[in-house]
């Protein structure tokens, strides 16, 4: 069992910054390709971004949120990071961090753990 906490969600003014993070307990976190989703009101949950398990290759999702959100791991301390900046009204959702062995699982929207979610609202 892998547990994933996320944590520092908020209300942010559009144009701000958030880093969310997501705590993992349990098996080898290491060894777990990492990711982040998010589920706007209304909405189907969507791939954000992900990372493999040594940080050496991240992807992000097709929408063009590269230029706006990092993702990163730091493996010694069993967390990731979602760096968020020039955020925007439609930025606001739930973000949840997944986690799998399978890369591709990740990248197809899917993941063997998942954390409570995070809520994120952006104000225009």
């Known amino acids: 069992q892998v547990q994933l906490v996320e944590s520092g969600g908020g209300l942010v003014q559009a144009g701000g910054s958030l880093r969310l993070s997501c705590a993992a307990s349990?098996?080898?976190?290491?060894?777990?390709?990492m990711g982040w989703f998010r589920q706007a009101p209304g909405k189907e949950r969507e791939f954000v971004a992900a990372?493999?398990?040594?940080?050496?290759?991240?992807?992000y999702a097709n929408s063009g949120l590269q230029g706006r959100f990092t993702i990163s791991r730091d493996n010694a301390k069993n967390t990731i990071y979602l760096q968020m900046n020039s955020l925007k009204p439609e930025d606001t959702a739930v973000y949840y961090c997944?986690?799998?062995?399978?890369?591709?699982?990740?990248?197809?929207?899917?993941?063997?753990?998942w954390g409570q979610g995070t809520q994120v609202t952006v104000s225009s």
């Open positions: 990372i493999t398990w040594s940080g050496g290759s991240t992807y």
């Open positions: 997944a986690a799998d062995s399978v890369l591709r699982t990740l990248l197809g929207g899917g993941a063997h753990y």
């Open positions: 349990g098996r080898t976190f290491s060894n777990y390709a």
